[in-house]
């Protein structure tokens, strides 16, 4: 789009379906780059990925030309693909409906790349629904408890 200039940059954190934890070590790398280049193919600009066993942040560099919320539909079920397709974990593999997303200045991308990149730290004094919650709560995102984790089944 000519003479249009933007600056979006949008923290992206995702579930596994039930909160499961399927991330294994052996193709988180994988897993993360794949995403990665999910992301880049449109022309979107991945500033950090990590994660943990049962959940993903992503720290993305928004272009204007395509939606939220259908890059991460293309995100989550093209990964969801190509997990089940390589048969990393037994039986069927998904993420969970819906994902949080937060914005941020250009002065915050340090403290939030540096956050993304300590997740295992982070996680051994917060659980993933204590992280989730407090960004919610951080951002002023208006939700009902009740409904931000869909059931363990």
């Given at each position: 789009m000519a003479n249009t200039y933007t600056q979006i940059h949008i923290q992206v954190v995702f579930a596994v379906q039930n909160r499961q934890s399927l991330i294994q070590q052996k193709f988180k790398d994988e897993l993360f780059k794949y995403i990665t280049g999910?992301?880049?193919n449109h022309e979107h600009k991945v500033l950090q990925i990590n994660g943990m066993k049962d959940h993903i942040?992503?720290?993305i560099g928004m272009r204007?030309?395509?939606s939220l919320s259908d890059l991460m539909k293309q995100v989550k079920q093209d990964s969801s693909k190509w997990i089940n397709n390589k048969k990393f974990i037994m039986g069927r593999f998904s993420w969970q409906a819906g994902y949080g997303a937060f914005s941020y200045?250009?002065?915050q991308?340090?403290?939030v790349i540096r956050y993304i990149q300590n997740q295992e730290k982070h996680h051994q004094k917060m659980t993933f629904q204590e992280e989730y919650l407090a960004l919610l709560k951080t951002h002023m995102v208006d939700f009902d408890e009740r409904f931000v984790f869909k059931p363990i089944e």
């Open positions: 999910i992301i880049q942040h992503i720290l204007p030309s395509q200045s250009k002065s991308l340090p403290d």
